[in-house]
Structures are given as C-alpha cells and as structure tokens.
C-alpha cells in the first residue's frame, strides 16, 4: 500500500463557490484509481448533497514518497 493525497472538486450544485470548494485528503491505497475511489467515498460521508462520487471531479493525485524541508503555510483565503 501506498500514500496518496488526492484533491477532489466539489460540484456545482453542492457548493456556494464552485471551481474553489476542494476537498483534500491523505489515503492508503494500491495505485491512483483506489486511491480516487477512497478520497471520493470519505468526502462523500457525512453529507448528503452528492450522490454520485464520480461528480467530485479529481484535480490532483499525488503519490506520497518525497519529505518536504522546511514550513508549510496554509495561504487560502478564509
């Protein structure tokens, strides 16, 4: 098993800011199309405005296999 960190567009009927509203997480899985699949299922949990995984579109997937030196600094707007 691998890390991935996908990040996923919410579509527009869920969201007031649509092409901005992402969701990011951090999975375990074989290769890139498991990986999408469990980003998409935990983004859809809890919340009942998208009934289709495949309408939260993929904008990255990236395999987690390198250390980044230094901070890193949240700078999306608020």
């Given at each position: 098993m691998k890390q991935f960190t996908v990040?996923?567009?919410w579509?527009?009927?869920?969201?007031d800011s649509f092409g901005t509203d992402t969701y990011m997480t951090c999975v375990?899985?074989?290769d890139v199309e498991h990986a999408i699949v469990k980003a998409q299922n935990e983004a859809m949990a809890g919340q009942v405005s998208v009934t289709d995984?495949?309408?939260l579109a993929v904008i990255a997937v990236i395999a987690?296999?390198?250390v980044i030196a230094g901070e890193r600094q949240d700078v999306a707007p608020r």
């Open positions: 990040i996923l567009l579509p527009d009927y869920a969201t375990e899985a074989e995984p495949d309408d987690v296999i390198a």
